[in-house]
């Protein structure tokens, strides 16, 4: 028997709640690979699952989790034995399948990364799905050409989970980084991450008035979206590049095709979802050797299965700084 947390939904209201119950292990789905998880996180996705479901969901009762590390417990695919420490995240784990918020989850092991040598799973959680995105943007905007010398580089939602890291990273690896956000009480924070300049948000969120603007970052790693990102696209200089990561702002894009055609502005999306094994293999290296653990030591907030509600709450709030880290045991 294992403690999860368990998202129930009333057929006749429509309404869903979520509780810690106790469940056995025939009733995981079927799978390759049972993991004893040691830790999960809170993602916006989380938040949204662990509430109404946002059209994630498939089916009730469900365990929410997008993201988990721990060690395997028995496994009936080659690649994994018992004792291998291991991270998961994304395939629509916690969504549409089973997830982390659970002391045991059963998984296909297509799925899961060996954790790299040097990181546990309390840190590979530090990271989670928020940091190994922003990792991916880093890595998007290096492949189009980025480089410290080439001016500061912009981080939207910068207090947030996938902002935090993306500070971090990029601090570590020389850039000069501008960090937006929304709460002026984080500054001190951002700036213990390596950010050199803080910008309110109230100066980026208006709806774009002109398409170009004074030419400011070289590269922008953008977790809002909306009329944030397309205010951004008009300050880039020629030839930045934006990794577009999160709609914490907005799904829409109130902008022109300006800055693509007269400033040769490249707009990068990224998914962590979907990413083949070898790019994730490529990120958890790079988050190894890159993130300075003690930046990441920084940015946790430690919780537990039953301060979960509430945590998913206040993530669609805005109101998570850094990374929460639920300790499952
Ligand atoms: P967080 O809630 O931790 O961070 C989002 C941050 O955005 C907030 O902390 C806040 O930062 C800022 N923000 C919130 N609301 C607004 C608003 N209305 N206008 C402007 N800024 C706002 O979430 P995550 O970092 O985990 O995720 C960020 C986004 O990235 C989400 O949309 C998420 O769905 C997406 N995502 C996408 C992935 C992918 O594969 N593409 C993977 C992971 C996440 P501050 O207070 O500093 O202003």
């Known amino acids: 028997m294992f403690k999860a947390l368990v998202v ?86 916690g969504e549409a399948h089973w997830g982390g918020y659970s002391q045991k989850a ?19 959680m530090a990271v ?58 984080t500054a001190e924070y951002l700036t213990a991450l390596g950010a050199t300049q803080i910008v309110p948000r109230e100066e980026l969120n208006e709806t774009v008035k002109r398409p170009l603007e004074s030419e400011n970052w070289a590269g922008c790693i953008d977790a809002v979206g909306g009329a944030m990102l397309a205010r951004v696209l008009g300050q880039m200089k020629y030839g930045g590049s934006v990794a577009a990561v999160g709609l914490a702002g907005g799904a829409g894009l109130p902008a022109t095709v300006i800055p693509f055609l007269l400033r040769g502005v490249n707009l990068l999306g990224i998914d962590s979802v979907m990413q083949p094994y070898d790019n994730r293999l490529r990120a958890w290296q790079r988050v190894a050797t890159d993130l300075p653990m003690e930046k990441l030591e920084a940015m946790v907030q430690p919780a537990t299965l039953s301060d979960l509600p509430k945590l998913g709450a206040d993530i669609l709030q805005g109101q998570v700084k850094g990374r929460v880290v639920v300790d499952l045991n």
């Not at 092991?109 to 990181?119: H, K, N, Q, S, T």
Request: proline content about 6%; overall charge negative; hydrophobic content about 40%.
């Open 106 to 124: 059963r998984v296909r092991a297509d799925w899961l990364v060996p954790l790299p040598e040097g990181i546990d799973t309390r840190q590979a």
């Open 128 to 185: 989670g799905t928020a940091g190994f995105t922003a990792m991916l943007s880093v890595m998007a905007l290096e492949d189009h050409g980025l480089t410290p010398d080439r001016g500061p580089v912009l981080v939207t939602g910068a207090a947030g989970g996938v902002g935090s890291v993306a500070t971090a990273i990029l601090a570590n690896l020389g850039y000069d980084v501008a960090a937006v956000t929304g709460r002026p009480e």
């Open 8 to 93: 129930n939904k009333d057929e006749d209201s429509g309404k869903t709640s979520a509780a810690v119950e106790t469940l056995s292990l025939d009733q995981l789905p079927d799978a390759e690979v049972t993991v004893a998880v040691d830790y999960s996180t809170v993602n916006y996705k989380d938040g949204l699952c662990i509430g109404p479901g946002g059209g994630l969901v498939r089916r009730y009762p469900h365990v929410p989790g997008i993201d988990f590390a721990g060690t395997v417990e028995a496994s009936n695919d080659d690649r994994y034995k018992p004792g291998d420490k291991v991270v998961l995240t994304g395939w629509r784990v």
